[in-house]
């Protein structure tokens, strides 16, 4: 079975500055996905970065991108020029490619942006 | 582009009480997932369906139920309420069904009273 760990629960970051997101994961299994989702007030679930284990570049999306250490099962998402908009709560997921598939998601980190 | 598709959006029933949540998925995906996030947690796997057939099951409970139709739209059917079923129920989707990114629809809001 997998596990993720988000250990911190709220953090916050003054607009246009730069915020890292943190996440441990545990597993056996040697291919897989990692994801960050966001959840704003609305609550629904917008998919914000994915990175495949099997690559060792990290993903980029915009503003965001990860910092992905297979061997060390790290997986922290990094938040440039924060906007107030970015305010949400974000979860760290895991996917296995195999069958029967599903995510496991951390417990999910809130983040403030001030003004 | 076409999401998935969730309805009620909101759902009210009293304890005791039967919902059904629908859920259609992105056109031509495959398989359906539904997880259960309550107040404050993280969303849970509930189970998932490829092809019509169940795929794989997580913490749901006996009082639940769910299918997957022939035009691949999901049902998740839930009996004899209780206050902790409260809980936004999200259906998600993928083309895939060994492990690729999966399209949340926007959830349906339980309330039990």
């Known amino acids: 079975a997998q596990t993720v760990t988000q250990s911190q629960p709220e953090m916050s970051v003054q607009e246009a500055e730069t915020v890292t997101l943190s996440c441990t994961y545990d597993t056996s299994e040697s291919d897989y996905y990692l994801f960050w989702y966001k959840q704003p007030p609305s609550r629904q679930m917008i998919l914000v970065i994915r990175q495949e284990a099997y690559k060792q570049q990290n993903a980029t999306e915009n503003r965001f991108s990860v910092n992905f250490q297979k061997a060390a099962k790290s997986f922290s998402l990094k938040i440039s020029d924060s906007q107030l908009g970015d305010a949400a709560m974000y979860f760290c997921a895991f996917l296995y490619t195999g069958a029967n598939s599903k995510l496991t998601f951390g417990k999910g980190i809130t983040l403030s942006v001030r003004p | 582009a076409a999401g998935v598709i969730q309805s009620p959006r909101h759902l009210i029933k009293e304890k005791r009480e039967t919902a059904t949540l629908k859920c259609y998925p992105i056109?031509?995906?495959?398989?359906v997932y539904w997880y259960q996030q309550g107040p404050g947690q993280d969303p849970q796997f509930l189970i998932s369906f490829y092809e019509k057939m169940q795929s794989d099951k997580g913490s749901i409970p006996d009082r639940f139920s769910a299918q997957q139709f022939s035009d691949y739209h999901s049902e998740l059917n839930m009996s004899s309420l209780e206050l902790g079923d409260s809980a936004l129920y999200f259906c998600?989707?993928?083309?895939?069904?060994?492990?690729?990114?999966?399209?949340f629809g926007p959830g349906t809001r339980l309330t039990v009273t």
């Open positions: 056109p031509r995906h495959d398989t």
């Open positions: 998600a989707s993928s083309l895939v069904h060994t492990g690729d990114e999966q399209y």
